[in-house]
């Protein structure tokens, strides 16, 4: 098969996965979600392998385009969807069986799942920055309906924030691709390929800067709403508190990422454009955002609302990596990402697991995990310190990139209060973890694992985390070098 067709298989699996378990039995819709899962990760594997082994991947008169960014993007995608997948095999059956979710909930759940699924998929791919935005309006509507599924109040307001916050920062977003557009008007005039990413990467020098400068803050503002950078951030904790713990995962694990893939791209442009300027607005975004999350991370009650704002800080880290720019700071933001993904993803089913244990979220209700849960609560520990940025995992090392980056720079005053709102960070992240973990459990709560499968889940993104914290292998480095270059501006 050629990359392209492996392409089409990509995009068409979790299509006819989505429509598919929509209409099955209840009891084969799981095993279809996985069996399509499964199938979307080879594909995009391959992709992955085929692109980042060769040259970029160019077809449909130009308006697909997979260069080593997408094919990165692509590559966690359909790692973290497959996990959620497996995991939400276990995960949902109990929902259904405990009656927190009905047969047709449990049906709409595996059909959005893998409808998400391919709108970021499909954002990863197209080379037109107008379609781009049109994907992420698509996991907005998408991702609006995962975040209600309980049909509870609570959910139902963090579905309609979600809904209207995203909505008012794409509308921001568009806005800015105007702009974009209009500051090459008079180059190419009514070109049907004036707003393709590559066109606009190699005409950069004949780009308008002024146009071209508001375009990307408002593209900047609009997809950091959907990313979740301050201040435009307060959707994000109760939509990811709210949704199912799958969703949560991928919310954090796959949709951040492709959000700011799109942020990437524009980016690479606007530099190009204006050189040694637009990276200034990525630092102050990246550390304001560090900043605002770090109260609520100390004050936080709520399990899942905390490693919400943990992504707000992860976010800014790795914003604030790219913006000081470099290719030591752009590898170290890109490994960030890399991890913050697969850390992230496996802490909010690690999260899920607890809570249908303990049938709740509050931090001073979850003791004694450790005792009642011996697998989930030694990953969900591992995870904590992990995502804390201690050795030896793989977050310590992409943070501490960064940090070298800064102080290689000249970034100082940045890179010192990066360290002070880090080790503020690792106190309140080690504090609750201890919490939850140590300790005796409930009275009569039995010793055993919610269920198998969401178990089994977890170890394959643990595994990646261990590993990169004490070796990251040399065709992984070489691509993230490759990105690092186009970040840069080649092409």
Known sequence: MTTMDWLWLLLLTPLVTGGVVWRLKTSLCAWASLAGATLMLIAG???????????????????????????????????????????????????????????????????????????????????????????????????????????????????WKYLIMGSVGLSFALLGIIFIYLSGSFVFGDNPQALHWTVLVQMAKWLNPQWMLAGFVFVLIGLGTKAGVAPLHFWLPDAYSQSPAPVSAVLSGALLNTVLYGILRIYVVANSVLPGQIGQYLIFFGIFSIAVSVPFLLVQRDLKRLLAFSSVEHIGVILLGVGIGGPLGIFGALLHMFNHSLV????????????????????????????????TGK?????????????????????????????????????????????????????????????????????????????????????????????????????????????????
């Open 45 to 159: 594997l391959a992709v992955v392998c085929l692109v980042a082994g060769g040259s970029p991947l160019s077809g449909w008169d130009g308006m697909i385009y997979v260069d080593v960014l997408g094919a990165f993007n692509l590559g966690l995608v359909v790692f973290v969807g497959f996990t959620a997948a497996v995991y939400s095999v276990g995960h949902m059956a109990t929902e259904l069986a405990d009656g927190a979710v009905s047969v047709r909930q449990y049906h709409q759940f595996y059909s959005l799942l893998h409808l998400f699924f391919f709108s970021m998929i499909a954002v990863s791919v197209v080379n037109s920055i107008g379609l781009m935005w049109v994907g992420i309006e698509l996991t907005t509507v998408v991702t609006a309906l995962l975040v209600g599924l309980y049909n509870r109040e609570t959910a139902l307001e963090a579905a």
């Open 344 to 375: 992230k993803s496996l802490l909010f089913m690690a999260a899920g697991n607890i809570q249908q244990k303990y049938h709740t979220r509050q931090i001073e209700r979850i003791s004694g995990a450790l005792a009642s849960m011996p697998v």
């Open 379 to 491: 990953v969900f520990l591992l995870a904590i310190l992990a995502l804390a940025g201690s050795p030896p995992f793989s977050l310590f090392v992409s943070e501490i990139t960064i940090m070298m980056a800064g102080f290689k720079t000249g970034h100082i005053g940045v890179t010192v209060l990066f360290l002070l709102l880090m080790a503020l960070i690792f106190a309140g992240m080690v504090y609750y973890a201890s919490r939850m973990v140590f300790g005796a459990a409930p009275a009569g709560m039995p010793v055993r694992e919610v269920d198998a499968w969401s178990t089994a889940a977890l170890f394959l993104p643990l595994a990646i985390i261990v590993v990169f914290g004490v070796y990251v292998p040399s065709a992984f480095s070489e691509v993230l070098h490759k990105i690092a270059v186009v970040l840069q501006g080649g092409y």
